[in-house]
Structures are given as C-alpha cells and as structure tokens.
T-cell receptor, first 115, second 111 residues
Framework: DGGITQSPKYLFRKEGQNVTLSCEQNLNHDAMYWYRQDPGQGLRLIYYSQIVNDFQKGDIAEGYSVSREKKESFPLTVTSAQKNPTAFYLC??????????????FGPGTRLTVL | GENVEQHPSTLSVQEGDSAVIKCTYSDSASNYFPWYKQELGKRPQLIIDIRSNVGEKKDQRIAVTLNKTAKHFSLHITETQPEDSAVYFCAVTDSWGKFQFGAGTQVVVTP
C-alpha cells in the first residue's frame, strides 16, 4: 500500500492534448511499471523500467511515452496519438525487475477521461 | 507470447460457501503465479502467490494450487464472507519476466 503514490486521482483531458500522469515510490524499488485497465479486462502493460535511465515498451505502448530519470519517479505521458485514452491507469513497482518472481506493488491509480 | 485465460468471469456464492477461480497459461517457462484482489475503485493487492517448485500453498481461508504439467492454477476461497466480494486477477510471468494478467473474476458473496 504505502510507498507508491499516483497523482492526480482523476484527470480530464480534451481531445488533442497531451497529459502526464505522475508515479512516485519511496520503496527503493528498481523496477516500475505502467498498466492500463479497461472495464471487464485485465491489466495491460504499457511500459516498464527495470533500472534508472532505461525503459522498455510493453504490450500497448503506442500513443504513450515515459521517462525514468530518477529511481523513485516514472511519469507516463498520454499523447494525442493515443486513440482511446479513457481508462484507469495503474503504476506498480517491484524490488528487482530482472527476477521473474517478485511481487508488484500497485499505486492507487489515476482515472483519465477524455472529453 | 503468454496467453492467460481466467474463468469464470463472474461468480456468485452464498456466504459460507467456497469459491474457486481457475487460470490457464501457455508458457511452460512461467515460474511465478500471483493472485490479486481489487475492490471497486481501489488498487490491486496481492493476496497469495505460488512459485513453480510448489504444488499448493495455503493462507487461512485462501489457497492456491498449481498443476505445471497441465498449465493451470486455481484460487480457492473457503467460508466466504461479504468482504471477499471483489474482482480477482491471476497473473503469470512470461519468458521476459513481465506479468500477464487474466481478465478478472467478479466475485459476489451474498449474505
């Protein structure tokens, strides 16, 4: 629970605008992740970062961009190229992104609505 | 890539009864299988997980069983209570170490 935060909780955007979602963690975790959640579907991976200054595309990266300049921060930008951005966005972190059996801890999420 | 199927999509149970959710996966190299619970509008939280060298794990009313040969694993909730009502997600690590999530099961426990 504690240790990973997202802001804002709700975000409204007009079509054609870029918006940036914030994700911060103080767990000293190396790996961070961004997921998108749509009703009736599981979580889909947008981008992930195993270490500072490095990140990889997930399954649905088109229309999104990220940066990882600091260990504790992994902001996600939803660009105007994302055709259907209205969704619930979840950020997560894990101790080590290299090992394949580490629990992921989730932030509280940001609900983005495009008007 | 990894394909994770989760069934059923919805599950209604009477309080006190048991609930079982099953997930199947395709990548035989997968070695970590967590289950997350997500209450309405909240973040997913890990409730139990199992690694490939174990066939069963139990934590109070919750248990997970893994059949690596058949590539499926199941969540078992016994003596269900109203606070067990939530969406439950299974996940599997793929060959790259990333999580692939099932589509979720909406569990409703009626008093």
């Amino acid at each position: 629970d504690g240790g990973i935060t997202q802001s804002p909780k709700y975000l409204f955007r007009k079509e054609g605008q870029n918006v940036t979602l914030s994700c911060e963690q103080n767990l000293n975790h190396d790996a961070m992740y961004w997921y998108r959640q749509d009703p009736g579907q599981g979580l889909r991976l947008i981008y992930y970062s195993q270490i500072v200054n490095d990140f990889q595309k997930g399954d649905i990266a088109e229309g999104y961009s990220v940066s990882r300049e600091k260990k504790e921060s992994f902001p996600l930008t939803v660009t105007s190229a994302q055709k259907n951005p209205t969704a619930f966005y979840l950020c997560a972190s894990s101790i080590d992104g290299i090992a394949t059996s580490n629990e992921q801890f989730f932030g509280p999420g940001t609900r983005l609505t495009v008007l | 890539g990894e394909n994770v199927e989760q069934h059923p999509s919805t599950l209604s149970v009477q309080e006190g009864d048991s609930a079982v959710i099953k997930c199947t996966y395709s990548d035989s190299a997968s070695n970590y299988f967590p289950w997350y619970k997500q209450e309405l509008g909240k973040r997913p939280q890990l409730i139990i997980d199992i690694r490939s060298n174990v066939g069963e794990k139990k934590d109070q009313r919750i248990a997970v069983t893994l059949n690596k040969t058949a590539k499926h694993f199941s969540l078992h909730i016994t003596e269900t209570q109203p606070e067990d009502s939530a969406v439950y997600f299974c996940a599997v690590t793929d060959s790259w170490g990333k999580f692939q999530f099932g589509a979720g099961t909406q569990v409703v426990v009626t008093p």
